[in-house]
């Protein structure tokens, strides 16, 4: 009996699973063809129920075969019962288009914004742009690794980082061009930079979740400002919501790094932001006392956890007239990373360096940023709105260099473990901090065929680095012996001030008419702007010697406070060529026009901006040139057409002239020692001029698909770019500053894919850039009495920067239904020059390098949330090396000269960590 219901059950099977099949389809709006991500789809009747995945699409597997009613839902969307027939086999395929709920339901809907921050708002507005357009996500950004604007940036096609010393992302390198060629909007409107001596942003001041979303301009048009030949970076902040929004979240972590090894602190708190001259006048004599001891007093622990967070709270009022959005974000980490350099030269007879000595350098640091944002809308009536932007940001940074040398080049005995040493710390404070205030108005008149922005601008940027503290102790190691000997004989201390200021005010305004012309709407539009920067900058140092030169660490004294100093210079050195003031006046006017068709859309016309640049030395010391100006005037064409292939693909081709001008720390002619090289600018510095031209086929065959296949070429000439130069006054000495030289070249191809499969999704991008420049170097020879000579000859090479390769691919999860979200992702940048050498074929290069990081989050239905956040997982350094090798070297101790190159530089930060939870209402 058993055997004839097993036999009974089998056929049974059989026939159900013959019977059974699956039911495919994908769901979209009907109003703006988006897919639908969470839509409930089930089958009635049945058991069988799933939500929709990230490209809209659904799957229903087992289902019997039969005439049955699927029932497709949304929320404040019409539910949609169709009758399907799966009589006719398996994957049956659906397309399946909600439309919005009734009056009572799209009234609510209305009154609440499209998603900005959405990944499918992204995609339509790369689709939509007149410019070649690259655009991250609000959304994107919320659940990548990345905490700063600076390692969002470097997800994007053609786009690579500059990493500070503990291993962040700083600066954006577009398209091979270094970061001096690219400008940085808040809102689309230019900011100053905190830097020092350029006129690029770091953007690792900006923390990413301010962000709504982060726009890369690859191409420019007449109504944007003309100084960018690498591309434009616009970061879009929080807008002011439709309904009350409040988004909180808060998170904590550790460095690896500061697991496996301790955290070198100071005690900051008694700094003085002034030097002694300003606080007692220019004539006054500084004694020891006159200097914090907390910048000598180190201590050793491990860190308190990284602490990471941020509040949005969001409301319109008075029948939604009035807009309010306020913004915070707070991060506190602990950063660092272990390091070995080495200090090379090239000497009379050889063709690649000798290493002279070795450095071990543990970095240590503190980081506290803070961000605000607000911004205040007033809609007056349809057709006039004010809006009120408010963005400041804080980078605070609290560093420790703890360092130890190894000299190579005198009494170096490695067989008997005899070496000359030098042990440095260095205690820096750095806080850079940028304000950005604008109002804006929007109006239209004559039945909307005249539109009018106008806007008033107030920016300032800050950098200041008081009591910037160093201290040098000589000693020997004898005998391998591991505890080498320090004395105070030829101990250096300085005190180092420095500060600059920008301060920007700026007008802007657009005028855009809209007329028929041969039976199309033609877009008419006229503008311009102008910018009053005001910069101002000053350095001062003092220096000291130990006044008992006979005291051995560990045994006369055990910390640097216990010791006495006498300063050589006791009324400072403000008295130097940078301290100074500088200012920039920019004037633009543009005219462009605007029209599209079926097939077409056309947009062209000429910018012209005007500069005036100068210079205001307040202690020349000499200098020929104490005063300097430069005055300009550029036109700046540009044309941009597209072609549309269908309602989903289109070609997208642009034609733009870009100007780069100079910073004003780099046409001071001022002179400073910096610890390895002297630095000088150059007062004949000219601005480059770049034509650039774009090619690149768009395809859209949905809201949450792309791909994107692009060319370009730039010729710059005159580009900039630093070198050493040999000083002719003072034989062998060199230093480094920047020219201008000849005419570079600069191409590429750009891919970019973005597809979802169901759950499942993949980002990926791909980058090849070859660029060209000519510049002169020495070269050494032996000339016919044997006697080695120097003499300049061209060498060609990539610009500064530029890496030939670059990649990313992210692969992704999504599941709406259990509230799930993870990536991971990986980036490669292939090998650039770090630093251009003086001496043919002895440029500093990067090694390529390849970074992954990862992140997941969890969401509950009470608008909780718990997220994870992993950094740099394969602990990848940073590696510097000449492409070269030189006898001379098989002695140093721990050199690499393997593939036939000289390691320089070695950078290890070792992996991050954060588990946070989010709250949404």
């Known amino acids: 009996m058993n055997k004839y219901l097993q036999t009974l059950l089998f056929l049974l099977l059989c026939v159900t699973a013959a019977n059974a099949t699956k039911l495919k389809g994908h769901v979209y709006d009907r109003k703006t063809g988006e897919p639908m991500v969470g839509a409930t789809v089930s089958l009635d009747k049945t058991n069988k129920a799933t939500t929709t995945g990230l490209d809209g699409s659904f799957e229903l597997k087992d289902v019997p075969k039969g005439i049955f009613n699927l029932r497709v839902s949304y929320i404040m969307f019409k539910t949609v019962i169709q009758e399907v027939d799966i009589e006719k086999g398996d994957n049956l395929q659906l397309k399946i288009y909600l439309e919005e709920a009734g009056k009572s339901l799209q009234e609510v809907t209305i009154s609440t914004k499209k998603n900005a921050s959405s990944e499918n708002t992204a995609r339509r507005l790369e689709q939509q742009s007149t410019q070649v357009l690259n655009v991250v996500s609000g959304k994107a950004i919320e659940i990548s690794p990345d905490l700063t604007v600076a390692n969002v940036i470097a997800r994007v096609s053609g786009v690579s980082v500059e990493r500070n010393s503990n291993g962040d992302g700083q600066y954006a390198i577009l398209r091979g061009m270094d970061k001096r060629y690219n400008y940085t909007l808040v809102n689309g409107v230019k900011i100053p930079s905190p830097d020092n001596k350029y006129r690029y942003v770091p953007l690792d001041i900006f923390p990413s979740d301010l962000l709504d979303r982060l726009e890369v301009y690859k191409s420019l048009t007449p109504n944007m400002e003309g100084d960018a030949v690498g591309g434009a970076v616009n970061m879009v902040m929080k807008d002011a919501p439709d309904r009350l929004t409040v988004n909180a979240n808060i998170a904590a972590g550790y460095s690896q790094l500061f697991i496996d090894r301790k955290f070198m602190s100071y005690d900051y708190s008694g700094i003085n932001y002034k030097s002694p001259s300003e606080i007692h006048g220019k004539s006054y004599q500084a004694t020891q006392n006159d200097f914090s001891k907390g910048t000598l007093s180190y201590a050793l622990k491990h860190p308190v956890p990284n602490v990471v967070g941020s509040l949005t709270l969001g409301q319109r009022f008075f029948d939604n007239k009035l807009g309010v959005l306020v913004a915070g974000s707070y991060q506190n980490t602990y950063r660092g990373s272990n390091s070995v350099f080495y200090n090379s030269q090239v000497v009379s007879t050889d063709k690649f360096a000798s290493i002279t000595s070795r450095s071990d350098r543990l970095y240590s640091e503190q980081q506290k940023r803070y961000g605000l944002f607000s911004k205040v809308d007033y809609v007056i009536d349809s057709r006039n709105k004010l809006s009120l932007f408010n963005t400041y940001v804080n980078?605070?940074?609290?560093?420790?260099?703890?360092?130890?040398?190894?000299?190579?080049?005198?009494?170096?005995?490695?067989?008997?473990?005899?070496?000359?040493?030098?042990?440095?710390?260095?205690?820096?404070?750095?806080?850079?901090?940028?304000?950005?205030?604008?109002?804006?108005?929007?109006?239209?008149?004559?039945?909307?065929?005249?539109?009018?922005?106008?806007?008033?601008?107030?920016?300032?940027?800050?950098?200041?680095?008081?009591?910037?503290?160093?201290?040098?102790?000589?000693?020997?190691?004898?005998?391998?012996?591991?505890?080498?000997?320090?004395?105070?004989?030829?101990?250096?201390?300085?005190?180092?001030?420095?500060?600059?200021?920008?301060?920007?005010?700026?007008?802007?305004?657009?005028?855009?008419?809209?007329?028929?012309?041969?039976?199309?709407?033609?877009?008419?539009?006229?503008?311009?702007?102008?910018?009053?920067?005001?910069?101002?900058?000053?350095?001062?140092?003092?220096?000291?010697?130990?006044?008992?030169?006979?005291?051995?660490?560990?045994?006369?004294?055990?910390?640097?406070?216990?010791?006495?100093?006498?300063?050589?210079?006791?009324?400072?050195?403000?008295?130097?060529?940078?301290?100074?003031?500088?200012?920039?006046?920019?004037?633009?006017?543009?005219?462009?026009?605007?029209?599209?068709?079926?097939?077409?859309?056309?947009?062209?016309?000429?910018?012209?901006?005007?500069?005036?640049?100068?210079?205001?030395?307040?202690?020349?010391?000499?200098?020929?040139?104490?005063?300097?100006?430069?005055?300009?005037?550029?036109?700046?064409?540009?044309?941009?057409?597209?072609?549309?292939?269908?309602?989903?693909?289109?070609?997208?081709?642009?034609?733009?002239?870009?100007?780069?001008?100079?910073?004003?720390?780099?046409?001071?002619?001022?002179?400073?020692?910096?610890?390895?090289?002297?630095?000088?600018?150059?007062?004949?510095?000219?601005?480059?001029?770049?034509?650039?031209?774009?090619?690149?086929?768009?395809?859209?065959?949905?809201?949450?698909?792309?791909?994107?296949?692009?060319?370009?070429?730039?010729?710059?000439?005159?580009?900039?770019?630093?070198?050493?130069?040999?000083?002719?006054?003072?034989?062998?000495?060199?230093?480094?500053?920047?020219?201008?030289?000849?005419?570079?070249?600069?191409?590429?191809?750009?891919?970019?894919?973005?597809?979802?499969?169901?759950?499942?999704?993949?980002?990926?991008?791909?980058?090849?850039?070859?660029?060209?420049?000519?510049?002169?170097?020495?070269?050494?020879?032996?000339?016919?009495?044997?006697?080695?000579?120097?003499?300049?000859?061209?060498?060609?090479?990539?610009?500064?920067?530029?890496?030939?390769?670059?990649?990313?691919?992210?692969?992704?999860?999504?599941?709406?239904?259990?509230?799930?979200?993870?990536?991971?992702?990986?980036?490669?940048?292939?090998?650039?020059?770090?630093?251009?050498?003086?001496?043919?074929?002895?440029?500093?290069?990067?090694?390529?390098?390849?970074?992954?990081?990862?992140s997941a989050e969890k969401r509950f239905k009470s608008g909780i949330s718990v997220f994870v956040k992993a950094g740099n997982l394969l602990n990848t350094p940073n590696k510097l090396f000449i492409k070269g090798t030189n006898a001379a070297n098989a002695n140093v101790e721990g050199i690499d000269e393997s593939n036939g190159h000289t390691l320089i530089r070695s950078d290890y930060y070792k992996q991050t960590y954060l588990i946070g939870v989010r709250y949404k209402l």
Do not use: C
């Not at 200098?623 to 309602?647: A, C, I, W």
């Open 395 to 854: 980078l605070t940074n609290i560093q420790v260099r703890d360092e130890i040398s190894t000299n190579f080049s005198t009494n170096y005995e490695p067989e008997k473990g005899n070496a000359q040493l030098s042990y440095s710390t260095r205690s820096r404070l750095t806080e850079q901090q940028i304000y950005n205030g604008m109002l804006r108005g929007d109006h239209k008149l004559f039945d909307d065929k005249l539109k009018i922005q106008w806007s008033a601008v107030y920016s300032s940027a800050e950098n200041e680095v008081p009591d910037n503290t160093t201290i040098s102790l000589n000693g020997v190691r004898e005998n391998f012996i591991n505890r080498p000997t320090f004395l105070t004989n030829g101990t250096s201390l300085t005190h180092r001030w420095e500060r600059n200021t920008d301060e920007d005010k700026a007008g802007y305004l657009d005028l855009t008419y809209t007329a028929p012309v041969a039976g199309v709407n033609v877009d008419f539009s006229a503008g311009g702007l102008y910018r009053d920067k005001q910069r101002s900058s000053f350095y001062n140092n003092y220096a000291l010697t130990a006044a008992n030169p006979d005291l051995q660490y560990g045994k006369d004294f055990q910390n640097y406070t216990d010791l006495s100093f006498n300063v050589t210079n006791p009324t400072g050195a403000v008295n130097n060529p940078l301290t100074y003031d500088a200012s920039e006046k920019i004037s633009a006017g543009y005219g462009m026009f605007k029209f599209t068709t079926k097939t077409v859309q056309v947009v062209g016309g000429a910018r012209v901006e005007h500069t005036d640049q100068g210079y205001n030395m307040l202690f020349p010391q000499g200098e020929p040139r104490p005063q300097g100006s430069q005055v300009y005037t550029d036109v700046l064409p540009s044309l941009t057409l597209k072609y549309f292939l269908t309602d989903k693909e289109q070609l997208h081709a642009s034609y733009f002239r870009s100007v780069n001008r100079p910073g004003f720390y780099e046409i001071v002619p001022s002179k400073i020692v910096n610890e390895e090289y002297e630095e000088r600018g150059n007062p004949d510095l000219k601005r480059a001029i770049a034509d650039n031209f774009d090619l690149r086929y768009e395809l859209f065959p949905s809201a949450s698909t792309q791909l994107l296949v692009g060319g370009f070429y730039k010729t710059i000439k005159d580009p900039i770019e630093y070198i050493f130069k040999p000083d002719a006054t003072r034989g062998q000495d060199i230093y480094y500053t920047p020219g201008n030289f000849g005419t570079a070249h600069n191409y590429g191809l750009e891919l970019d894919f973005i597809k979802f499969f169901n759950k499942f999704g993949v980002k990926a991008n791909y980058t090849y850039t070859h660029s060209r420049i000519t510049t002169p170097k020495s070269s050494r020879y032996i000339d016919a009495n044997g006697n080695p000579q120097l003499e300049s000859v061209n060498q060609t090479r990539p610009l500064y920067g530029q890496s030939e390769h670059i990649a990313n691919v992210s692969l992704l999860y999504k599941d709406t239904k259990k509230g799930w979200d993870a990536q991971l992702a990986t980036s490669y940048t292939g090998p650039r020059i770090n630093t251009v050498s003086q001496f043919l074929d002895n440029d500093l290069w990067q090694k390529g390098f390849i970074q992954m990081d990862a």
